[in-house]
Each structure stands twice: as structure tokens, then as C-alpha cells.
């Protein structure tokens, strides 16, 4: 028996883009884009829709050193796609940082947790209790350092 697609009532052109994949070249792009206008975040980091709409403008662009007439955009994406991004990012943060400050638990930024078979029953009853933080069993983030310098720019 064939399976049926389902259906959604949310189908509209934004749905696409905001739930494309992001490369970590755009990710890291969207970050320091972010630190560089951080003061427009106040003092939760809060961003609004202007400067989002401004980042996506910004993903568009050329990197720095890249030519105009050499640059091939990425894929586009509007201010609510940089928005959910955003909103992720923080998500991984925080659960680095929790993962970062339990007492048993180390963090590599290439092999995150790094749990092996001894911490693997912790880790599993760790995990079920934050499902956000399963990826981070044995791979790191990339992005965290520019995640925490922006989100602790605030107090400097």
C-alpha cells in the first residue's frame, strides 16, 4: 500500500526558505553579521525583523576578497529564515553551555561530549531529559565560540 502524502495548511513561498539548509559558511556569516549589529539586539540579543531582513540581504553578497562579478549567491533567504537560524543557534548554545557546566561531562569542540561506552548510560538518561542535546554526543559546533562572544557581548 502506497503511503499518502500529507498535507499542510502552512505552504506558502516563505515555509521553503525558512526551512532550507543552512551551509556553515552561511552560518557563520549570519553570526557575525549579528555580532557586528549586536547593539540593535538590546540586551536580551533580541533582533527584530529589520535587522534580519538586513542579514539575509547581507548573505547575498559577495565574501570579503570575492569579486563582484565573480561571486555566485547562495541560497536566499528571508528575514524569517535568518530569524528561525538565529533561533536555533541560541538553542545549541545553551545546550552546550548546560552540557559544559555538568559536573562529569568534558567538551571538545570536534568531538563535543566525547561519550564513550563507561558514560554511555549517564549520557542516555542525560539526553532524554534535554532531546536538544543528543547531537552533541560525540561532534562539536563549530560556532559556539562566535555564539558565546556574541551573546556575552552585552555585559562588556
Known amino acids: ?26 552560518t557563520t ?3 557575525r553579521y549579528l555580532a557586528l549589529h549586536h547593539a540593535k539586539g538590546g540586551d536580551g540579543i533580541n533582533f527584530k525583523q529589520a535587522t534580519f531582513a538586513t542579514a539575509a540581504a547581507h548573505l547575498l553578497e559577495p565574501s ?4 563582484k562579478e565573480n561571486h555566485v549567491a547562495g541560497n536566499k533567504r528571508d528575514w524569517q529564515s535568518c530569524k528561525n537560524k538565529w533561533v536555533m543557534c541560541k538553542k545549541k548554545h545553551a ?3 548546560d552540557i559544559k557546566s555538568q559536573s562529569g561531562f568534558s567538551w571538545d569542540e570536534e568531538l563535543g561530549a566525547n561519550i564513550g561506552p563507561a558514560d554511555a548510560v ?7 531529559a534535554r532531546p536538544d542535546m543528543r547531537p552533541f554526543r560525540n561532534k562539536g ?3 559556539f565560540d562566535d555564539m558565546d562572544d556574541l551573546l556575552h557581548a552585552q555585559i562588556a
Do not use: Q, V, Y
Not at 500500500?1 to 552561511?26: C, F, I, L, V, Y
Not at 570579503?64 to 569579486?67: K, M, N, Q, T, V
Open 122 to 128: 549517564w549520557w542516555t538518561a542525560f539526553a532524554n
Open 141 to 143: 559546533w563549530k560556532h
Open 29 to 31: 556569516c549570519l553570526i
Open 95 to 97: 545546550a552546550i553551555t
Open 64 to 67: 570579503e576578497g570575492i569579486p
Open 1 to 26: 500500500m502506497a503511503k499518502r502524502k500529507g498535507t499542510s495548511a502552512n505552504t506558502g513561498a516563505s515555509a521553503g526558505a525558512s526551512s532550507a539548509h543552512w551551509t556553515d559558511k552561511e
